[in-house]
């Protein structure tokens, strides 16, 4: 069994990173996935969440929100459509999302717009969740 996983997040704009790993927690459409090296083929949504990943003994955090990701025994590949380190986030900024989501949540009158306010809490929820974590 190999000891180490190649670590691949790529978004319509960039790669975000290209790591080797010896863990990595990713948010499934269904709830977090733990990947170790060795670990079963598989293809899994990714929801709105946090990326953590363990290289060379350090952890290291990014905000996530929706893609594919393809896990092998050796590799792991993420398209999303944003990822973002925590250095790059803008905490005020993301605050100030926070709070509007939640203002939007609340005055939503249909299913619809229940749903995109929902996305966008989640979103800055877990922006404001990398960003606390910067080394």
């Known amino acids: 069994m190999a000891e180490a996983l190649q670590l691949e997040i790529v978004t319509p704009e960039k790669a975000v990173v290209h790591a080797t790993a010896e863990e990595i927690i990713i948010p499934g459409k269904r709830g977090y996935l733990g990947i170790l090296p060795g670990h079963a ?68 009158t249909d299913e619809a717009e229940v749903k995109r306010a929902q996305d966008a809490l989640a979103r800055a929820q877990a922006r404001i969740d990398v960003a606390a974590k910067r080394a």
């Not at 290289?55 to 990701?69: I, K």
Request: charged share 25%; no cysteine; aromatic share 4%.
């Open 41 to 108: 083929p598989l293809i899994t949504e990714l929801a709105v969440g946090q990326i953590t990943y363990k290289s060379a003994g350090r952890e290291h955090h990014l905000a996530v929100a929706w893609g594919f990701a393809e896990v092998l025994p050796n590799k792991v590949t993420i398209l999303a459509e944003t990822a973002e380190r925590a250095d790059e986030i803008d905490l005020t900024r993301a605050e100030a999302a926070r709070r509007s989501a939640e203002q939007r949540l609340h005055a939503a």
